[in-house]
């Protein structure tokens, strides 16, 4: 079957730099997504891998394995505004998304 | 430019009534979604549109029904319903293109009671 495995909810302080992980498992691989969700809104792009590697951007960093199907998605320099829910999705062989449950981020002063 | 559009943004329902949810988009894209999304869950595919004209069946059909009769729009149908349907709705669309980003509409707030 295809899933998406990224952790409940994670806690870091203001200015510290947290890692969320993703593992996933789908039927051909076209890439795999990052989102940000706030609490009552919709879910806002962040990245997209489909090549191994670390992308980069701004405070946001994105790396994948796809031999490991393994993504994470690092912040830096965190601020009280990324208390979010980040969402991990990998796009299968028909282009559907495969959704993980969320991951909640709360960010303490 | 509006991007994604749904309405409306909030409804209440009787059980057994029927109403209707709108998208959409003004970007010209190819694909669309209607997901629903509850607490502690990830996002489940309702039913999705490669095109003008076609529909398919996601992970949780059952209950709904949708229409693109234009490619700009993609329509949900609750048939009768029902309180496990009480959830926020969320419209996408994308290109199709790989990599391309998703969009998604701001969310329609149902509850059945």
């Known amino acids: 079957g295809q899933n998406i495995d990224q952790p409940t909810e994670m806690t870091a302080t203001e200015g510290a730099i947290v890692q969320i992980n993703c593992t996933y498992q789908?039927?051909?691989?076209?890439?795999l997504f990052w989102y940000q969700q706030h609490a009552g809104e919709a879910p806002t792009f962040l990245s997209y891998?489909?090549l191994d590697g670390l992308e980069e951007k701004g405070r946001f960093s994105s790396f994948l394995s796809r031999s490991k199907g393994y993504s994470y998605l690092l912040l830096k320099e965190l601020q009280m505004k990324d208390s979010a829910s980040y969402l991990c999705?990998?796009?299968?062989?028909?282009?559907?998304?495969?959704w993980g449950a969320g991951t909640k981020l709360i960010i303490k002063p | 430019n509006a991007g994604v559009t749904q309405t409306p943004k909030f409804r209440v329902l009787k059980t057994g009534q029927s109403m209707t949810l709108l998208c959409a988009q003004d970007?010209?894209?190819?694909?669309m979604y209607w997901y629903r999304q509850d607490p502690g869950m990830g996002l489940r595919l309702i039913h999705y549109?490669?095109?003008?004209?076609?529909?398919a069946k996601g992970e949780v059909p059952d209950g709904y029904n949708v229409s693109r009769l234009k490619k700009q729009n993609f329509l949900l149908g609750l048939e009768s319903a029902a309180p496990s349907q009480t959830s926020v709705y969320f419209c996408?669309?994308?290109?199709?293109?790989?990599?391309?980003?998703?969009?998604f509409g701001e969310g329609s707030w149902l509850t059945v009671v």
């Open positions: 549109s490669v095109g003008e004209g076609t529909t």
């Open positions: 999705a990998a796009m299968d062989s028909n282009y559907q998304l495969i």
């Open positions: 891998n489909v």
């Open positions: 970007m010209n894209h190819e694909y």
């Open positions: 996408a669309s994308t290109s199709g293109i790989e990599g391309n980003t998703i969009y």
């Open positions: 789908t039927s051909g691989f076209n890439g």
